[in-house]
């Protein structure tokens, strides 16, 4: 069975572009989280989604967003990046079946903002 | 915002030692998981801990749920060089589905 998969695996932008990212969740698995790992802050939940829908939302402002599509793959987007932005992104699929809480990650994507 | 303690930092092995790292936290988890890094990858699922007490194993590894679901720990044993990485646990809070809070990580290095 095919893991996690993102796409792309490294991003370069400049201040105050937008970024949207992609993550396609291993077969048969429906929820779907992202997280933003900087060496200052560790890994940090950004949000997750379930059957389309947005669940549960971390502490992060309005320029951070996503979707899940019906096919259950996500995307993330970020509206006018910030050099602060800059950081390894992280999705995770998990089957989320009764008490199974197992997420599995993908590689994540390396963005870069100058 | 939620917290998890995680010690120690860091840690230099040499291959046949035990290595042992813990994190513990004010919030009762529900599930307690494991992973391990490396460089310009995604974290790797290590160990699923789900019970209260519940010691479960993978191979050298072995971590546990801590009685009062506050803290948990993992075990390597006769550690070997390819261990090297970073090793973060994770902790799930009831009601909070896709939301794992982390600790900050242990680098395990190897004894120059």
């Known amino acids: 069975k095919a893991g996690v998969t993102q796409t792309p695996r490294y991003l370069i932008k400049t201040r105050g572009q937008q970024v949207t990212l992609s993550c396609s969740p291993i077969?048969?698995?429906?929820?779907v989280s992202w997280y933003q790992q900087t060496p200052g802050q560790g890994l940090q939940f950004l949000f997750e989604?379930?059957?389309?829908?947005?669940?549960n939302k971390g502490n992060f402002p309005g320029r951070f967003s996503g979707r899940q599509f019906s096919n259950s793959r996500s995307e993330m987007n970020v509206s006018t990046l910030e050099l602060g932005d800059s950081a390894l992104y992280l999705c995770?699929?998990?089957?989320?079946?009764?008490?199974?809480?197992?997420?599995?990650f993908g590689p994540g994507t390396r963005l870069t903002v100058l | 915002g939620q917290q998890l303690n995680q010690s120690p930092q860091s840690m230099f092995i040499q291959e046949g030692e035990d290595v042992s790292m813990n994190c513990t936290s004010s919030?009762?988890?529900?599930?307690w998981l494991w992973y391990k890094q490396d460089p310009g990858e995604g974290p790797v699922l290590l160990i699923a801990?789900?019970?209260?007490?519940e010691l479960t194993s993978n191979g050298r590894l072995t971590a546990q749920f801590g009685i009062t679901r506050k803290d948990s720990f993992l075990n390597i044993s006769a550690s070997i060089p390819s261990d090297v990485g970073i090793y973060f646990c994770?902790?799930?809070?009831?009601?909070?589905?896709?939301?794992?809070?982390f600790g900050k990580g242990t680098k395990l290095s190897v004894k120059p």
């Open positions: 989604y379930f059957s389309e829908t947005q669940r």
């Open positions: 995770a699929s998990s089957l989320d079946r009764g008490a199974n809480n197992e997420q599995f």
């Open positions: 801990l789900y019970k209260a007490g």
């Open positions: 077969s048969g698995h429906r929820s």
């Open positions: 994770a902790g799930q809070l009831r009601g909070s589905q896709g939301n794992l809070i």
């Open positions: 919030s009762i988890f529900n599930t």
